[in-house]
């Protein structure tokens, strides 16, 4: 009996560091080629008044599509955003888009809606705004992190001069 047990045991170690060099291996693979960006909306979001003056942020909806054929999980996206003609970070937004549940292969993300905290602010009414001779547009530079993997770029979008409300 015990002769058993130890074979019992033996089996599911093997089970277990079997699964964890699966799981790690998949959380080295690059996010780019496991992930598809689809549905991608870019636009000025409307943020409301700020000390009495409209305020637009640049906003990026976006849908990641599983293309692999494993469930991935712990997803994290960062959005980095510079104005035309910049070098340097203007604003940005991080948010986790895949958690411990996952996604299973061929599914696809609930919308994900990446802004800016920081944007634009005038007394105009927005839609002026956009128009005004004064403004720069921006580009949104998005990374995805898999796990403990480093930070990979899945790609990058201008920012419509569009106003948006939702």
Do not use: H
């Not at 948010?95 to 996952?102: D, F, L």
């Not at 634009?120 to 547009?137: A, H, I, W």
Request: charged fraction near 20%; aromatic fraction near 6%.
């Amino acid at each position: 009996m015990r002769l058993q047990t130890l074979r019992t045991l033996a089996v599911v170690a093997c089970v277990l560091s079997l699964s964890a060099a699966c799981r790690s291996s998949a959380a080295g693979e690059d996010i780019s080629r496991l992930l598809v960006v689809t549905d991608v909306k870019t636009g000025w979001f409307d943020a409301g008044i700020e000390r009495g003056m409209n305020k637009l942020v640049p906003s990026l909806t976006l849908t990641l599509k599983n293309a692999s054929n494993q469930k991935v999980t712990l997803v994290q996206l960062n959005a980095v955003i510079r104005r035309a003609g910049e070098k340097e970070e203007w604003g940005g937004a991080y948010t986790r888009a895949i958690g411990s549940e996952g996604l299973a292969p061929g599914a696809s993300t609930a919308p994900i809606v990446l802004r800016s905290s920081l944007g634009y602010t005038g007394v105009e009414p927005r839609n002026v705004m956009l128009k005004n001779s004064q403004f720069v547009d921006a580009r949104i530079q998005l990374f995805a992190k898999y796990g403990g993997a480093n930070w990979a770029k899945l790609g990058e979008y201008p920012v419509a001069r569009e106003l948006l409300t939702k």
